[in-house]
C-alpha cells in the first residue's frame, strides 16, 4: 500500500524537530534561551565574561559553549564566574546543532536557570540555518568587520532578535558608520534591535543588561 504524503504538510527535519524538544522543555522551566551568532572573534566570549560579572547574582545563568576545537570559551566563562558551563567541541562542524546542545543540556541544572546562552561557533553562514531552540538570535558584529555583512549574510540578519555592534571604542581607529550598519541591517530585517557597546570601555553595554533583564522579567511574566 503506497504511503500517502500529505503534500504541503511541513515535514520537520530531525534538526527540527529536536529543536522543538529544546524549546518546549526549556519554555517549562521559563529559561530565556539566547543563541549568540557571530563571524570569528566578533566579541561573544568578551560579551559573556562582562555579563556575568554584572548579572550573576542577580540572574541565574547557565552558558553552552561552542567552539571547533578546544574548550577555551568555556574555560573563560567558568574564570568569569560562570556556574554552570558546557562546553561543546564540534571537531570541525561549522555550527552546533539542536543535538549538540540537547546533550548538553542533560549537564545542566535547569531548574536553577534563568537565563541560557548558547555561544555558536564563529560562522555568519552555517549557524543560521540551525534552530537549537532559542527564543533569539542575536548577532554580533564587530565595528571593524565592515557595514555590509548584513547585506552579505542575510540569513543571519533576518533570522536574529538584536544586532549587537560591538568594539565601538575602535571607531576612531576604523572608518565604519554604525547608521550605515543600522541601515543595511534593517534593509534585511526591518524588526531587528540594535545595541551599540564596547566591552572594554563599558559603553553601551547597560543597555544590552536591560535588554537581557527584560526578556527574563517578561518571561517569568507570560508564563506565570
Ligand atoms: N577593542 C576591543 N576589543 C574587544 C572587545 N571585545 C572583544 N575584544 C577582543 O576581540 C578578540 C576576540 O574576542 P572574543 O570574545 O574571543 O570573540 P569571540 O566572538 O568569542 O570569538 P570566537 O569564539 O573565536 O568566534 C579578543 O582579543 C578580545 O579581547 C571590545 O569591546 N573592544
Ligand atoms: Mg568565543
Redesign the pocket.
Known amino acids: 500500500v503506497a504511503e500517502k504524503v500529505e503534500i504541503g504538510a511541513k515535514v520537520l527535519s530531525e534538526n527540527e524537530r529536536r529543536a522543538a524538544v529544546i524549546r518546549a522543555k526549556l519554555k517549562e522551566h521559563r529559561i530565556v534561551c539566547l543563541n549568540l551568532v557571530?563571524?570569528?572573534?566578533?566579541?561573544?566570549?568578551?560579551?559573556?565574561?562582562h555579563t556575568l560579572a554584572r548579572l550573576n547574582d542577580e540572574i541565574r545563568i547557565a552558558l553552552v559553549a561552542g567552539?571547533v576545537q578546544t574548550e577555551n570559551?568555556a574555560n573563560?566563562l567558568i574564570r568569569a564566574g560562570g556556574r554552570q558551563v558546557q562546553p561543546i567541541v564540534t571537531r570541525g562542524a561549522c555550527h552546533l546543532d539542536a543535538s549538540m546542545v540537547e546533550n548538553a543540556l542533560t549537564k545542566i541544572a535547569l531548574d536553577r536557570t534563568d537565563l541560557l546562552f548558547i555561544?555558536n561557533?564563529?560562522n555568519l553562514v552555517c549557524p543560521s540555518s540551525y534552530d537549537l531552540g532559542e527564543d533569539a538570535k542575536v548577532v554580533?558584529v564587530?565595528v571593524t568587520e565592515g557595514e555590509d555583512k548584513p547585506l552579505k549574510y542575510p540569513g543571519m540578519f533576518r533570522r536574529s532578535s538584536l544586532m549587537i555592534v560591538?568594539?565601538?571604542?575602535?571607531l576612531p581607529h576604523c572608518p565604519c558608520s554604525i547608521d550605515m550598519l543600522r541601515s543595511n541591517a534593517l534593509s534585511i530585517n526591518g524588526d531587528l534591535e540594535v545595541i551599540s557597546?564596547?566591552?572594554?570601555?563599558g559603553e553601551g553595554i547597560d543597555q544590552w543588561y536591560g535588554w537581557l533583564r527584560s526578556r527574563v522579567s517578561n518571561a517569568r511574566a507570560t508564563n506565570s
Open positions: 557571530s563571524s570569528p572573534g566578533a566579541g561573544k566570549t568578551t560579551l559573556l565574561e567552539d570559551d573563560r555561544e561557533v564563529g554580533i564587530s560591538s568594539k565601538i571604542d575602535l557597546v564596547s566591552a572594554l570601555t
